[in-house]
């Protein structure tokens, strides 16, 4: 038997395939917003990862620069603290110093000079003083350079000038520089005879010694020169 369908069949074959369309352009687009979400989901909680690691690495630098602060504060109070020892050191080892280059002052000088003023600045002493001949100045050189604590002694000028106390008197007026000798500290209650300290020994290290500064050098009170024809100057300095 034949059957003839005259209904439209076509038209019901594309309203179908249109039905389908949409369906699955509707699944489609559901799971293209699925996709969309989960990505989004996947690099916001990504980005809240690496904030957070952020901010750990931020606290973790702030915590480092306040122990590299104290380090360094640390490190400020160790210099102080050294600078404060080295002073003290020095201090020690040159407590007596200025003893010493007085007691030599009154040894080395020889006869017919008169000191007029002694200044100490670092390790350097400027003699001003009288003599009564250019020969005599040659001699304090020559016993400054044969002390145990003073050395290079330099003659920055002489010259002939009238005496303080009697103006027909002439007299050599001189200023003479000379350096203070870095000698090891003597042992207590140890000193080479005469009272001067004993040398440092050859390729030994010496003590490093800080300058010393005018106010610890004791400054000699000017000494008028003696009248004229008296053969032998005071030495006190």
Do not use: C
């Not at 799971?31 to 990504?46: K, P, S």
């Not at 000699?220 to 009248?227: L, R």
């Amino acid at each position: 038997m034949i059957r003839i369908n005259l209904l439209p069949h076509r038209e019901q074959k594309r309203q179908a395939r249109q039905r389908q369309f949409v369906s699955l352009s509707i699944g489609l687009a559901f799971l293209g917003l699925a996709l969309v979400g989960l990505g989004w989901v996947v690099l916001d909680r990504q980005i809240e990862n690496q904030e957070g690691r952020n901010a750990l690495l931020k606290s973790e630098i702030a915590k480092l620069d306040e122990q590299i602060k104290e380090i360094d504060k640390l490190r400020e109070q160790t210099q102080a603290l050294l600078s404060r020892k080295q002073v003290v050191e020095t201090l020690q080892s040159n407590r007596t110093e200025a003893v010493h280059v007085l007691d030599q002052m009154v040894r080395q000088l020889p006869d017919g000079i008169y000191l007029k003023s002694l200044k100490q600045i670092g390790a350097k002493i400027t003699l001003v003083g009288y003599a009564q001949s250019s020969a005599r100045v040659s001699t304090l050189m020559r016993n400054l350079d044969t002390s145990p604590w003073l050395q290079n002694p330099e003659l920055v000028e002489i010259k002939l000038v009238a005496s303080p106390l009697a103006k027909d008197l002439r007299v050599n007026e001189f200023t003479l520089n000379v350096s203070i000798k870095q000698l090891a500290a003597p042992d207590e209650g140890k000193a080479a005879p005469g009272g001067r300290p004993t040398p440092a020994a050859p390729g030994g290290p010496a003590p490093a010694a800080a300058p010393v500064t005018p106010a610890a050098a004791p400054a000699a009170a000017p000494a008028a020169p003696p009248p004229p024809g008296k053969a032998k100057g005071a030495k006190d300095v």
